[in-house]
């Protein structure tokens, strides 16, 4: 199924009117995170720690009498309602039910669903699931392959449990000469910013290299009708939203993005921020090729569609500055630490696209 439509799919510009929300957020007091265990009837609140990782959400591991739980407080403007929220849930519930890593969350026993109101917030309450984070270059080749297969085997089951995607005529991408005006305006941003630091001096450099190589690739940006097919993906598949345990995936977490997309792009998308060396980005292609060749063998993708998303992916990137938007033009500083091996991922890429591009698609 088509319709005419073709969707805008540039880079995510941050909204600069919204204040930076997730975990600057206020933190959710002790009470509030009693009474929210109450509703669920899972007993008394022992004690309760912030979870570190992620950037837009609030999460607790608390310990009750009946149990270890993860407790979510959703506070991202994009994900915090309850009808998202719910739908989410609900595709969690199925893909478990499939037999696939995914953790549903509970019921609610006072209100309807797995949502919890209190306090102008909503909270939801996960079984807490022992594994840790592991780095795509930590794990073995086999395990690349497990993790690839796995991708293509949620994207298949997500056609079963969520409703069917209408295929839009295309996507527009973003534009080089508005992506130049951006990149112009952060590097001035950049050379004033005070106190004037190491990451300054990199923006202030790796924004210049930005210009000169938008000039030299505008005339490579994708035609709107060169998409790979639109699919329900996960919607930000990477390292910290999967957990390993045993060498195996003990679950895939964050469910918050699950969405439409062009589905091969997620495939790549993830491996540019599963298997990038953290300090250069440079990706480890043996790696790549071994978690690509998994994925399109469950059927999820072609080559050709793999070899669209990566260039796709690659524009996408080049025309991407979230990170620096954050930095200087809302002084929210939680991501500079990945902008480095952002930046010099990208540089490197566009030395080695078609080292890169045969890695996925070969």
């Given at each position: 199924m088509?319709?005419s439509?073709?969707?805008a799919?540039?880079?995510?510009r941050p909204?600069?009117s919204?204040p930076?929300i997730?975990?600057?957020s206020p933190p959710?007091p002790?009470?509030?995170?009693?009474e929210?265990?109450?509703?669920?009837?899972?007993?008394r609140?022992?004690?309760?720690?912030?979870v570190?990782?992620?950037?837009l959400?609030r999460g607790y591991?608390?310990r009750?009498?009946?149990g270890?739980y993860?407790?979510?407080?959703?506070?991202?403007?994009?994900t915090?309602?309850?009808?998202?929220?719910?739908?989410?849930?609900r595709?969690?519930a199925a893909l478990n039910?499939l037999?696939?890593?995914?953790?549903?969350?509970?019921?609610?026993g006072?209100?309807?669903?797995?949502?919890?109101?209190?306090?102008?917030r909503?909270?939801a309450?996960f079984?807490?699931?022992?594994?840790?984070h592991?780095h795509?270059t930590?794990?073995s080749?086999?395990q690349c392959d497990?993790?690839g297969a796995l991708?293509?085997?949620l994207?298949?089951?997500l056609?079963?449990v969520?409703?069917?995607v209408?295929?839009?005529?295309?996507?527009r991408?973003?534009?080089?000469l508005?992506s130049a005006?951006?990149?112009?305006?952060?590097r001035?941003r950049?050379r004033?910013h005070?106190?004037h630091g190491?990451l300054?001096?990199l923006?202030?450099?790796?924004l210049?290299?930005?210009l000169?190589?938008?000039?030299?690739y505008?005339h490579?940006r994708p035609a709107p009708?060169?998409?790979?097919?639109?699919?329900?993906?996960h919607?930000?598949?990477?390292?910290l939203n999967?957990?390993?345990?045993?060498?195996?995936?003990?679950?895939?977490?964050?469910w918050?993005k699950?969405?439409?997309?062009?589905?091969?792009?997620?495939?790549?998308?993830?491996?540019?921020l599963v298997?990038n060396d953290?300090?250069t980005g440079?990706l480890?292609?043996v790696r790549?090729?071994h978690?690509s060749q998994?994925?399109?063998?469950?059927?999820?993708?072609?080559a050709?569609h793999?070899?669209a998303a990566v260039h796709r992916v690659?524009w996408e990137?080049?025309?991407?500055f979230w990170?620096?938007?954050w930095r200087y033009?809302r002084?929210?500083?939680?991501?500079d630490?990945?902008?480095?091996?952002?930046a010099?991922?990208?540089a490197?890429?566009c030395?080695e696209?078609e080292?890169v591009?045969d890695?996925?698609?070969?």
């Amino acid at each position: 199924m088509t319709f005419s439509q073709t969707l805008a799919c540039a880079p995510a510009r941050p909204d600069l009117s919204a204040p930076p929300i997730g975990t600057l957020s206020p933190p959710v007091p002790h009470p509030a995170l009693a009474e929210v265990l109450r509703r669920y009837r899972v007993g008394r609140l022992l004690a309760a720690e912030p979870v570190a990782e992620g950037l837009l959400n609030r999460g607790y591991r608390v310990r009750a009498e009946a149990g270890t739980y993860f407790l979510k407080c959703y506070v991202d403007a994009a994900t915090a309602n309850r009808t998202a929220i719910s739908d989410h849930h609900r595709a969690m519930a199925a893909l478990n039910a499939l037999g696939l890593p995914v953790a549903p969350p509970l019921g609610c026993g006072e209100e309807p669903g797995t949502v919890a109101a209190f306090g102008g917030r909503l909270f939801a309450l996960f079984p807490w699931v022992d594994g840790r984070h592991q780095h795509g270059t930590e794990l073995s080749l086999p395990q690349c392959d497990a993790l690839g297969a796995l991708l293509g085997r949620l994207h298949g089951a997500l056609d079963d449990v969520c409703a069917p995607v209408a295929q839009p005529a295309g996507y527009r991408t973003a534009d080089p000469l508005d992506s130049a005006a951006l990149a112009r305006d952060l590097r001035l941003r950049a050379r004033n910013h005070r106190p004037h630091g190491e990451l300054d001096v990199l923006a202030e450099r790796r924004l210049t290299e930005r210009l000169d190589l938008l000039a030299e690739y505008a005339h490579r940006r994708p035609a709107p009708q060169a998409a790979p097919p639109t699919g329900w993906t996960h919607g930000d598949f990477h390292g910290l939203n999967l957990l390993h345990r045993d060498g195996r995936i003990s679950a895939v977490l964050d469910w918050d993005k699950l969405g439409p997309q062009p589905r091969a792009e997620e495939a790549v998308r993830a491996a540019t921020l599963v298997f990038n060396d953290r300090t250069t980005g440079v990706l480890d292609l043996v790696r790549v090729r071994h978690y690509s060749q998994a994925y399109r063998a469950t059927g999820a993708a072609t080559a050709e569609h793999l070899a669209a998303a990566v260039h796709r992916v690659w524009w996408e990137r080049l025309n991407d500055f979230w990170m620096l938007q954050w930095r200087y033009q809302r002084a929210d500083h939680r991501a500079d630490p990945l902008y480095p091996a952002s930046a010099g991922q990208l540089a490197w890429w566009c030395q080695e696209y078609e080292q890169v591009l045969d890695a996925f698609a070969n």
